[in-house]
């Protein structure tokens, strides 16, 4: 089975704080992921990259960035944590045409 | 711009319903179709992936349908458990994107 590993379940911030949001998968995805979900809003996708070292910005990339220096790592990165980033991050990866795996999330607030 | 709509928002049951939870999208032009499920406080698990050649798939007591011309999909849930309990999203991928548009969900509750 495709795992996707985000390395926090629960992490707690500091505004102003960079914070790093690291997601592993392991089954040679070309595609991964960032998306947060808030209630009410639903998933909405912050950046995504089909190859290592490209990315994509996707509908809600303001006060965030990425790094894919390997393939198999997509890490979300926050520049300088503000308590309206306090949501739960999902990490997926996928590849050609077959779906997404998900990782378990990561609850994210920021104080 | 693609939009999914899941209806109902919230769906309350007792067990051993049937129980049909629906999807709609604006844009016909998909490259497949996938449902999830998500406990609370988790990450997304995949139920079923439908291609836009496909019109149905099946996994164990779920099947899901697709009518691309009407822009619909169904999840199928026969003889519901509680431990069926959960929110139920379908996610959309349009044809020459990488990227999934989501609905909103349904949540599911099965009461015992």
């Known amino acids: 089975d495709v795992k996707v590993t985000q390395s926090s379940r629960y992490l707690v911030k500091r505004t102003g704080e960079k914070v790093f949001l690291e997601c592993v998968q392991d089954?040679?995805?070309?595609?991964m992921f960032w998306y947060r979900q808030d209630p009410g809003l639903g998933l909405r996708l912050i950046y995504f990259?089909?190859?290592?070292?490209?990315?994509e910005k996707g509908d809600i990339p303001e006060g965030y960035s990425v790094s894919r220096e390997k393939k198999e790592r997509f890490s979300l990165i926050l520049e300088s944590a503000s308590t309206n980033q306090t949501s739960m991050y999902l990490c997926?990866?996928?590849?050609?045409?077959?779906?997404?795996?998900f990782g378990s999330g990561t609850r994210l607030t920021v104080v | 711009k693609q939009e999914v709509t899941q209806i109902p928002a919230a769906l309350s049951v007792p067990e051993g319903e049937n129980l049909v939870l629906n999807c709609s999208f604006t844009?016909?032009?998909?490259?497949?179709l996938q449902w999830f499920r998500q406990d609370p406080g988790k990450g997304l698990t995949s139920l079923l992936l439908?291609?836009?050649?496909?019109r149905e798939q099946t996994s164990g007591r779920l099947n899901a349908s697709l009518d691309k011309s009407s822009g619909r999909s169904t999840l199928y849930i026969a003889a519901s458990q509680p431990g069926d309990s959960a929110t139920y999203l379908c996610?959309?991928?349009?044809?020459?994107?990488?990227?999934?548009?989501f609905g909103t969900g349904t949540r599911l509750k099965v009461l015992a």
């Open positions: 997926a990866s996928g590849t050609g045409g077959f779906g997404y795996t």
């Open positions: 089954m040679d995805h070309e595609n």
């Open positions: 990259s089909y190859d290592v070292k490209m990315k």
């Open positions: 844009d016909s032009a998909i490259y497949n």
């Open positions: 439908i291609q836009s050649s496909q």
């Open positions: 996610a959309v991928r349009l044809t020459g994107t990488y990227k999934y548009i």
